[in-house]
């Protein structure tokens, strides 16, 4: 089990910057499709501070960098800020050195899984963040289990929640009107995992 390469915390946290802020406006609109329309915002507040958290603590470790991700999250609003919040929490604590293996970076996925879960009480096909996540700690926590196979299995989840009713979060209270949109945690949490898998 080989540590991931030098410099993975930083070039995960940028490109989450630059993704998210280029991509903020299309999730919005799908919460804006089946939610309340505020998740692109959140994101854009949340990336905000990000890089606020980078300026000030200049990171130089994993931890240090995934820290910086977390604590943007933790002061945005939403259902979505708190819960990447702690998912991200979670990845800061996965590693004692500084870059993690792969298998502690599957070991932070499913303590971030687990805290999803615990605040959030969704579970798979409840159409959220958890539709991509847990399959994605599925594909890394099997034996052999390459971040790129818990990023396509993220994206297969996220697309799954197309098809279904929101049983969680805003989008539930839309009914059958959330039927044919994607969850914009679910596809948001699918590119965290490409975006690790790239890096
Ligand atoms: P809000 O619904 O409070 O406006 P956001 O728009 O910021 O929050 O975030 C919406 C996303 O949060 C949804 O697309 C979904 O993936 C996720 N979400 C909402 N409720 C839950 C929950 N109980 N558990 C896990 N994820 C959730
Ligand atoms: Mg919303
Ligand atoms: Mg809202």
Redesign the pocket.
């Known amino acids: 089990d080989t540590a991931l390469d030098p410099g993975f915390g930083e070039r995960w946290t940028r490109a989450m910057i630059t993704a998210f802020v280029a991509e903020a406006d299309r999730l919005g609109e799908?919460?804006r499709l089946a939610?309340?329309g505020?998740?692109g915002r959140?994101l854009t507040s949340a990336f905000g501070r990000v890089s606020q958290e980078v300026a000030a603590a200049d990171p130089t470790t994993y931890a240090a960098w995934l820290t910086c991700v977390s604590r943007g999250f933790l002061g945005t609003?939403?259902?979505?800020?708190p819960?990447f919040g702690m998912f991200f929490r979670e990845l800061a604590r996965c590693a004692d050195g500084d870059e993690p293996t792969v298998a502690e970076l599957g070991q932070g996925l499913a303590a971030g899984l687990a805290t999803?879960?615990r605040?959030?009480?969704?579970e798979v096909g409840?159409?959220?963040?958890?539709d991509a996540l847990a399959p994605a700690v599925d594909a890394l926590t099997s034996s052999g289990g390459s971040l790129r196979d818990a990023a396509e299995a993220a994206d297969e989840g996220a697309r799954s929640t197309a098809e279904i009713i929101a049983r969680?979060?805003?989008?539930s209270y839309v009914g059958e009107a959330s039927r044919g949109v994607l969850?914009?945690?679910?596809v948001?949490?699918a590119m965290v995992l490409a975006l690790a898998a790239d890096a």
Not at 77 to 81: A, D, M, N, V
Not at 183 to 186: E, F, H, I, V
């Open positions: 799908l919460d939610g309340d505020d998740f959140n609003g939403g259902t979505s800020g819960l999803v879960q605040y959030g009480k969704a409840h159409k959220t963040m958890v969680r979060g805003r989008a969850d914009p945690g679910a948001a949490m």
